[in-house]
């Protein structure tokens, strides 16, 4: 996924994240909504992301792996 493709599915890249957490590794991005966040984490050294909510330091992560297309992130966020 580039920086591009996530911002066309709505994320934007994490301005800070905090110290303890399992991503200083790579960027960051972060789609805000009404009902909550959404976490898409791009490590540097991997193709595998992490899409995952709720708390930053125990997150409920929805998938760790590739994600080649932005429809197969759209699947993974609906599901």
């Known amino acids: ?11 934007y890249p994490a301005d800070w994240v905090p110290s303890g957490t399992t991503y200083t590794q790579g960027q960051l991005y972060v789609r805000m909504s009404a009902t909550g966040s959404v976490r898409v984490f791009v490590p540097l050294d991997s193709a595998d992301i992490e899409v995952s909510s709720g708390d930053l330091y125990n997150p409920d992560i929805h998938h760790r792996g590739p994600v080649p297309t932005l429809t197969e992130l759209h699947r993974i966020l609906k599901a």
């Open 1 to 11: 996924m580039t920086a591009e493709e996530l911002a066309q599915a709505g994320f």
